[in-house]
């Protein structure tokens, strides 16, 4: 029997971009949602920090861009620079103008979306939010989907719904209840994220608020946010993560990117490992992933968060009618999953993963004449708006979209 408005319960675990996103998207459509978050709160780290056109055209959908925009820095352009020679490529997105009502990278703080949704959600009669409660095992039938969660304290309790989106991030206890496998790889060297109120732009003339410097021993990439730059660079496998976070380090990381006369002050620091993972699928039953639950992939590009969000609208969007409107719920969600899963294998991993091995590229040559072959791609319209599309993921939207049906 179809689920009539008001009638179907979907379940979302995990309260990240992907998650809150779908949410929103269920509850206005006369769908109840329940959200569970496993922190007691929404963290405030800084993880993802840009945003493409297509993801704030959808946002803007759900009447969330303008309250973004506000809390972000807009970024005009982005840039390729050459560490040893100095010379940059820098691609200026005022080519989009008619193609999006947002012709520019957004940067801004994940976590300042999530709250923006969240505040939307518990204004919606049809949204319950959970926190402190992380998804644990998953069983479904032929009636719904149960969903166990264990509390903070250790308690755990079993909630049942029609369906079920897995939302909660690279380590997803819910695509390991389903037993999908994630395969890919893990780059050898760690990843150090070091953030600083300094503003590069007054040491590094030229320099655009989101720029990617190859170098054969030590590439980087500068992002600026509101108020910070955040500086991205490699370090060793084997490197004792006590001493290339410590201030020491760093601060002769920072000085040699551009040097000045007083030290840098250092307002956050992390480090982490950096993988390239795809789900085997993103649907099975009554169940499905998105964002980092059904792919992960490095940051050089900006694609990881993106791409979760347009998974959740897709999701979401056809599960609107699978149950408002009493579309074939398999066939539905298998086409979300052919749909999302090869533009997250064919671009948004193809894509970061050759942008690392441009960036690390050893051979001078072909460093020169990768960056010969971007400053002439800058300096031709045709040539800039067909990079700049790819670059900004609207021709990873159109190429999802335009997978048929099974």
């Not at 949704?117 to 719904?144: I, N």
């Not at 655009?208 to 490699?234: F, G, H, K, N, Q």
Request: hydrophobic share 45%.
């Amino acid at each position: 029997m179809t689920k009539t408005e008001n009638d179907a319960h979907v379940l979302i675990a995990g309260m990240g971009p992907a998650g809150v996103v779908a949410g929103l998207i269920l509850c206005r459509a006369g769908i109840r949602v329940s959200l569970f978050e496993a922190l007691a709160d929404l963290p405030m780290d800084l993880r993802a920090s840009t945003f493409h056109p297509p993801t704030l055209d959808y946002l803007a959908e759900l009447g969330l861009t303008d309250d973004l925009v506000a809390q972000g820095l807009i970024a005009p352009s982005y840039q390729w620079r050459d560490r040893q020679s100095g010379e940059a490529a820098t691609f200026d997105m005022a080519c989009l103008e008619d193609v999006t009502a947002f012709p520019f990278r957004l940067q801004c703080e994940q976590f300042k979306l999530t709250r923006i949704a969240v505040d939307r959600l518990r204004a919606e009669p049809l949204a319950e939010l959970h926190f402190g409660e992380a998804a644990c095992a998953v069983t479904q039938d032929e009636t719904g989907v149960s969903l166990t969660l264990e509390a903070i304290d250790g308690s755990r309790r079993t909630v049942r719904g029609d369906f079920l989106i897995g939302a909660d991030g690279a380590s997803s206890a819910v695509r390991r209840a389903l037993d999908i496998p994630f395969d890919g790889f893990t780059y050898p060297e760690q990843w150090v994220v070091v953030s600083t109120s300094v503003d590069f732009a007054d040491l590094l003339p030229g320099l655009s608020p989101v720029s990617y410097t190859a170098d054969p021993e030590e590439w980087y990439v500068l992002l600026r946010t509101p108020d910070l730059w955040r500086v991205l660079i490699p370090v060793p496998e084997s490197a004792d993560p006590d001493v290339v976070l410590s201030d020491a380090f760093l601060q002769d990381k920072l000085q040699g990117i551009a040097a000045r006369g007083a030290p840098y002050d250092i307002v956050h620091r992390t480090i982490y490992r950096v993988h390239q993972r795809i789900a085997g699928t993103y649907h099975v039953g009554r169940v499905a992933l998105a964002g980092d639950a059904a792919h992960i992939n490095n940051p050089l590009g900006g694609m990881g968060m993106n791409g979760g969000i347009h998974d959740a609208v897709n999701l979401a969007q056809k599960l609107v009618r699978v149950f408002r409107d009493g579309a074939d719920r398999d066939a539905m969600l298998d086409h979300y999953s052919s749909q999302r899963r090869a533009v997250a294998e064919r671009y948004v991993l193809a894509h970061t993963d050759q942008n690392k091995r441009v960036i690390e590229e050893r051979d001078p040559e072909k460093r020169a004449a990768h960056l010969a072959k971007l400053r002439a791609v800058a300096a031709s319209p045709e040539a800039l708006l067909a990079h700049v599309r790819k670059g900004a993921m609207l021709d990873a939207v159109a190429e999802s979209m335009a997978v048929e049906p099974a």
